[in-house]
């Protein structure tokens, strides 16, 4: 590697660094396995239009800004790349922008430390604007299958038959979103439902194994919520689990997931969060439950089971530790939390 500086102290070396960081156009990014820690500069930010600094620093506000599209191809390189097959990696996808647009990036990286058993501890990268670079490619691919196919036709054909094609786009687009809201929608409580919640878990999953991060699952009920049927009548019952999900929904981090899992049972999954706080969380929501009246007089309370992921769980192996410890919960006495090692936080 080309030496372009020798500082003479590790301040002089960080004040020149961090200069150039600030002025070069590319975003660059750095990556530490062990703490989880993504470090990127201004360019970054100001080639996306978001404000310095807005996003978390994890590789969860990356994934969760990839193009849908291309993020199976992003996922399959970065995992693959993590785990030491090569030294530099190089991808172009689209990232949206603050302003819900796509930008297309070129996202060169490369490995600077390994675990013992060759896995990346450590990884740089920078990634390049290529959108007008990528426009032109396919405007002239199109060009290029006109004249293939000997169907060049006149400018204003061209651009009714692009009005017609934008207009059926946006057709398709609100369907296909119609479709999946219903499909993954708790019709009751808006939140997600248990076919969301199995393929959201699934992911983080993934995400927890890819990167090494902590991961929690938490299922909680409503106690004694049949009394509530039984005394006030179902429609009270709707109301209590509604209420339920929408304070819980703006009691937790915009990364977690929260659905309904049937009837008055709900799962929370904590992406990048260890037991303890997990733990923490779940207390935190028992109380407001427990301080929350759906009117004068008529409040209810709830039991939590919370598990953390183990590197070899499935799915299956995390949710049932997370249901042991409700069971724990219910046991002694309601309105609790328990975790899977059946330590009590209330």
């Not at 013992?116 to 450590?122: L, M």
């Not at 997600?192 to 919640?197: D, I, S, T, Y």
């Amino acid at each position: 590697m080309h030496k372009t500086y020798q500082h003479s102290s590790l301040a002089e070396a960080d004040t020149t660094l961090n200069q150039i960081l600030d002025i070069i156009v590319e975003g660059t990014w750095d990556w530490h396995a062990d703490t989880g820690h993504v470090a990127r500069n201004p360019g970054w930010y100001r080639m996306l239009g978001y404000e310095t600094g807005s996003l978390q620093h994890d590789v969860f506000s990356w994934e969760n800004i990839i193009h849908p599209d291309d993020y199976s191809r992003v996922i399959d390189n970065i995992d693959s790349f993590i785990k030491g097959a090569r030294e530099d990696s190089c991808i172009e996808y689209r990232c949206k922008k603050a302003d819900n647009s796509y930008l297309w990036v070129r996202d060169r990286a490369r490995i600077l430390s390994r675990h013992p058993d060759g896995s990346a501890s450590r990884i740089i990268g920078a990634a390049e604007d290529i959108h007008q670079y990528k426009a032109l490619q396919f405007e002239l691919i199109e060009q290029n299958k006109y004249l293939r196919d000997g169907s060049i036709t006149l400018e204003n054909t061209l651009q009714q038959k692009a009005c017609e094609l934008e207009e059926k786009n946006r057709e398709l687009k609100a369907k296909i979103r119609e479709v999946e809201y219903v499909s993954n929608t708790d019709q009751l409580t808006e939140i997600a439902n248990r076919k969301r919640f199995e393929e959201e878990i699934q992911q983080e999953i993934s995400r927890a194994k890819r990167y090494k991060h902590p991961l929690s699952l938490a299922i909680f009920d409503l106690d004694l919520f049949k009394d509530i049927n039984d005394t006030h009548g179902h429609g009270i019952g709707d109301q209590v689990l509604k209420n339920t999900a929408d304070l819980v929904r703006s009691n937790i981090r915009s990364v977690d997931c929260f659905a309904r899992w049937g009837g008055e049972e709900f799962t929370l999954i904590f992406p990048n969060m260890a037991l303890e706080n997990a733990l923490q969380a779940c207390e935190k929501l028992r109380k407001l439950i427990q301080q929350h009246e759906i009117e004068p007089g008529l409040s209810f309370t709830a039991s939590f089971g919370v598990s953390l992921f183990q590197a070899d769980d499935s799915f299956e192996d995390l949710l049932r530790r997370a249901d042991d410890a409700l069971y724990r919960a219910k046991d002694k006495g309601r309105n609790r939390v328990e975790s899977q090692r059946g330590l009590p936080t209330s």
